[in-house]
């Protein structure tokens, strides 16, 4: 990311298990700013519907770069400031 100039620096990143999905965020520094990231990590290789949808729009533009099973996809928890309130 900070090579194509996003302010954004991973701090800590979970480890990956190939046999399952990981629960645990990630902590980020954001503008300089840490931020913690509520996350889950999951390897490629166990979704692969979600890899050929991600693939797909890439792929169709004629973009060399795509996700392989040796990747790891990572969907973050958004909240509304209530539901962090609620939550905190």
Do not use: C, K
């Not at 979970?14 to 629960?23: F, I, K, N, W």
Request: zero cysteines; hydrophobic letters at 45%.
């Amino acid at each position: 990311m900070v090579e194509r100039a996003y302010p954004v620096q991973l701090r800590r990143f979970p480890a990956l298990d190939p046999a399952r999905v990981v629960t645990d965020g990630v902590l980020a520094s954001i503008g300089g700013t840490d931020a913690y990231l509520e996350s889950q990590v999951s390897p490629a290789s166990r979704l692969p519907d979600v890899v050929t949808a991600m693939n797909h729009r890439p792929g169709a533009a004629g973009a060399a770069d795509h996700v392989g099973d040796d990747h790891a996809i990572i969907a973050f928890q958004v909240r509304a400031a209530a539901e962090m309130r609620a939550a905190g």
